[in-house]
């Protein structure tokens, strides 16, 4: 009876014991964010890069300005010298009979629509061409639909375009200033910090002293620094997409100027970054952007190795289009 008892109290103390542990365990709270989960791309990083995009557009287009600021001022003078002669000739015809005046006055009107259709002809400007500018073919890729579509109306002058210019280069200290802060708390190295820095006042500098290819080449520099901010925060797709697109402008930029050895050093880098990538792009099933990609830089070897300009402005605006596969099938996988 007693042993009964004993194991009665035992396996009372037991449920007592079990119900306790269950009831004064705390229901799990979900695990925080790890705090080496990189933070999201600040949107300023792409509004650098896009502003600074808009001051090559600009620059590069300097050129086809100038043809088209002549071509109007010399339109212009032309019919200054086209109404003192109709001046000259009225008033030389005005003794004339009121018959020949009457009948004059159809072909003249019929005359000035025409003169006023022609003349409307004459003023629109011809196309940029592919020699009025370094990094025309490669902007033409880079533009949106929308701004492709856009008709930008020529300057009076080319101080309009300088302006323009300089205005934009303004609003990137601004969004520098925003932005640099943010790369310090993520733990970028000062060295790509100041090196970018450095590089937006020799912008500003050459910019306000309106230096054409001085800008244009540093501007292309400064776009150098981006794919190592991207590399700390969240990507969308991998920085060496950007420093592809910033290789291919600066090897048409060293070849118009006849520096073929540094542009051959910008091909190695397409080739180089080009293989990183390879990988990811198979995995995601786009060996078809790949081999489009290998086949484009080969064809740039070979109009680099020719040293034809023209060539290597057409090829490169088609390793562009590829990179811009390339990121198009990668943004979709990350």
Not at 100 to 107: A, D, L, P, R, T
Not at 156 to 166: H, I, M, R
Request: some cysteine; hydrophobic content about 35%; charged content about 30%.
């Amino acid at each position: 009876m007693m042993k009964i008892k004993k194991w009665g109290i035992l396996a009372i103390i037991f449920c007592i014991l079990i119900t306790s542990v269950a009831c004064g365990k705390k229901p799990q709270k979900p695990s925080p964010k790890s705090e080496d989960e990189p933070k999201p791309l600040p949107k300023v990083v792409e509004e650098i890069e896009k502003d600074t995009l808009k001051i090559m557009e600009q620059i590069d287009k300097i050129p086809y300005f100038q043809r088209v600021i002549v071509e109007k001022e010399m339109l212009e003078q032309k019919k200054k010298a086209e109404e003192m002669q109709m001046k000259a000739a009225e008033g030389g015809g005005a003794g004339s009979g009121e018959q020949k005046q009457g009948g004059e006055e159809g072909s003249k009107q019929e005359g000035g629509q025409e003169q006023s259709q022609s003349g409307s002809e004459e003023e629109k400007p011809k196309p940029m061409t592919i020699d009025e500018g370094i990094l025309t073919e490669l902007m033409k890729r880079e533009k949106s639909e929308e701004a492709e579509n856009e008709n930008q109306k020529a300057p009076k002058n080319l101080d309009e375009v300088w302006t323009t210019v300089n205005t934009t280069i303004l609003g990137l200290h601004n969004k520098w200033n925003v932005l640099e802060p943010q790369l310090i708390q993520q733990g970028v190295s000062p060295e790509s910090i100041n090196s970018f820095e450095t590089t937006l006042d020799t912008l500003t500098k050459f910019g306000f002293e309106k230096k054409y290819f001085e800008t244009l080449s540093v501007a292309n520099n400064l776009t150098a620094y981006l794919p190592d901010f991207r590399a700390y925060f969240k990507k969308e797709v991998p920085p060496s997409i950007y420093t592809l697109k910033y290789q291919v402008r600066n090897l048409v930029l060293n070849a118009a100027v006849g520096d073929f050895d540094a542009a051959q050093e910008s091909l190695n880098k397409l080739k180089e970054h080009g293989q990183t990538l390879k990988p990811q792009l198979i995995e995601k099933k786009a060996k078809t952007t790949v081999d489009k990609y290998d086949a484009s830089v080969s064809n740039l070897e070979k109009s680099l190795t020719k040293k034809d300009l023209q060539l290597i402005k057409i090829n490169s605006s088609i390793v562009l289009k590829n990179i811009l596969l390339m990121e198009e099938d990668l943004s979709a996988s990350m």
